[in-house]
């Protein structure tokens, strides 16, 4: 079964860091871009942070530019969002997604919640 699991949300105080993390299973993430979105209950899903497969380039939205940090490790096939300097409008659900084709996004995990809360 091919699926991606994300891990490390929670509840934490403006100003504080959590890191996300992505394992996939059923594949290797070696060959896919992987992008971070995260969506607010009646928004639209938002694009915050993806890692290419070639050359690891990153993109950040404007949002999280400075503050958030997308990272991965092919060998524990695993792919990290370090977030640091949350703020209250960081609170989303974070979903990791894997793209074989540019901006095609085929795999989602279940989401994990993140809160920015004092």
């Known amino acids: 079964q091919l699926q991606l699991v994300e891990s490390g949300g929670g509840l934490v105080q403006p100003g504080g860091s959590l890191r996300l993390s992505c394992a996939a299973s059923?594949?290797?993430?070696?060959?896919?871009?992987i992008g971070w979105f995260r969506q607010v209950p009646g928004k639209e899903r938002e694009g915050v942070s993806c890692i290419s497969n070639s050359d690891g380039s990153t993109y950040y939205a404007d949002s999280v530019k400075g503050r958030f940090t997308i990272s991965r490790d092919n060998a524990k096939n695993m792919v990290y969002l370090q977030m640091n300097s949350l703020k209250p409008e960081d609170t989303a659900v974070y979903y990791c997604?894997?793209?074989?084709?540019?901006?095609?996004?085929?795999?989602w995990g279940q989401g994990t919640q993140v809160t920015v809360s004092s």
């Open positions: 997604s894997a793209a074989l084709v540019a901006g095609n996004y085929i795999y």
């Open positions: 059923g594949f290797t993430l070696d060959s896919y871009a």
